[in-house]
């Protein structure tokens, strides 16, 4: 799946200078979410992941990616997980 929404998005996230980091399914409380989360070399700010969800979202439903899920969750990878 991270192959597919990566080839989906390259050229409009590469204007943002933003790229996939993750693709992935969760489940909370029955609802099934697909996970995008994004990275840069820059800061993600808020406005930036605002303006990625915007071009995002039309893509993902035109490829059909989004009809068996209930969540649609773009969001920026956490800096500094792995740390220690």
Known sequence: MKEKVEALLKDVLDELNLFVSDVYYSEEEGVRS???????????????ITEATKIINPIMDQAELTKDIDVLDIHSKEKGENNE
């Open 34 to 48: 697909l996970n995008i989360e994004l990275d840069s070399d820059d800061v993600i700010d808020v406005e930036r």
